[in-house]
C-alpha cells in the first residue's frame, strides 16, 4: 500500500503564492518519480511538473517558470512552489507516484488551491 498525503492549498488572491506538499508512505521504492497534476472544473487532470528521485524534472509548458518542483527523498516528500498565480491556475492539485517496481500508479485525494482577482 502507496499513501499520498497532500497539504498546503487554499484561497489566495492573484499574484499570490502557494506551496504545496505531499508525504508518500508506504511501501516507496527508491526508484520513483513524483509529481503534481491539476484537474480544473469541467477539465481534465493534466501534468504540471514531476522530478525522479535522481532529480530529472518535466515541466508543462504553462509552467512558465512560475511554478517549481522539488523533493526530499530522505522525507519521502515533493513540494511545488506556486508563484505569480493566476485566476485560471485555479484546480485541484494531485500528487502522484510512479515507481519501477510498482505496477500502480497511485495518487493522493488532492487540494484544492482557488486562485481569486
Known amino acids: 500500500q502507496v499513501q499520498l498525503v497532500e497539504s498546503g492549498g487554499g484561497l489566495v488572491y492573484s499574484g499570490g503564492s502557494l506551496r504545496l506538499s505531499c508525504a508518500a508512505s508506504?511501501?516507496?521504492?527508491?526508484?520513483?518519480?513524483m509529481g503534481w497534476y491539476r484537474q480544473a472544473s469541467g477539465s481534465q487532470r493534466e501534468l504540471v511538473a514531476s522530478?525522479?528521485?535522481?532529480?530529472?524534472?518535466t515541466d508543462a509548458v504553462f509552467v512558465n517558470g512560475r511554478f517549481t518542483i522539488s523533493r526530499d527523498n530522505a522525507k519521502l516528500t515533493v513540494y511545488m512552489q506556486l508563484d505569480s498565480l493566476h485566476p485560471e491556475n485555479t484546480a485541484v492539485y494531485y500528487c502522484?507516484?510512479?515507481?519501477?517496481?510498482?505496477?500502480?500508479?497511485?495518487w493522493g485525494r488532492g487540494s484544492q488551491v482557488t486562485v481569486s482577482s
Open positions: 502522484n507516484i510512479n515507481q519501477v517496481s510498482d505496477p500502480d500508479s497511485h
Open positions: 508506504g511501501r516507496i521504492f527508491s526508484t520513483n518519480t
Open positions: 522530478q525522479t528521485n535522481g532529480g530529472a524534472t
